[in-house]
Nanobody, 118 residues
Framework: QVQLVESGGGLVQAGGSLRLSCAAT????????MGWYRQAPGKRRELVAT???????IYADSVKGRFTISRDNAKNTVYLQMNSLNPDDTAVYYC????????????WGQGTQVTVSS
């Protein structure tokens, strides 16, 4: 069984920072690419950033230079450091993970709310 547990969301003023964490629990499988996505009200879920096990990263243009994705392979945990937040960043943030031995399967976290006030 695989499970993702997120934490770190909340309410912050524009210009502030938050750090999200997502821990993947797994007994049998190696965690490969992990990522963060977000979904604002009335909008489709969109990519924020991804990171491979070897720490290659991809960022959405809208967050480049402000957000940093990182991971701790020993803890199967991915982080998202979000700086210079603005109201457009308000959304539910979801992490996901892919696993060796489970081709085509993607696990998702339950989501954590990030609200940026102006």
């Amino acid at each position: 069984q695989v499970q993702l547990v997120e934490s770190g969301g909340g309410l912050v003023q524009a210009g502030g920072s938050l750090r999200l964490s997502c821990a993947a629990t797994t007994i049998m499988f190696t965690v490969n690419t992990m990522g963060w996505y977000r979904q604002a009200p009335g909008k489709r879920r969109e990519l924020v950033a991804t990171i491979t096990r070897s720490r290659s990263t991809i960022y959405a243009d809208s967050v480049k230079g402000r957000f940093t994705i990182s991971r701790d392979n020993a803890k199967n945990t991915v982080y998202l450091q979000m700086n210079s937040l603005n109201p457009d960043d308000t959304a539910v943030y979801y992490c996901n993970a892919e696993y060796t031995g489970l081709p085509g399967y993607v696990a998702w976290g339950q989501g954590t709310q990030v609200t940026v006030s102006s």
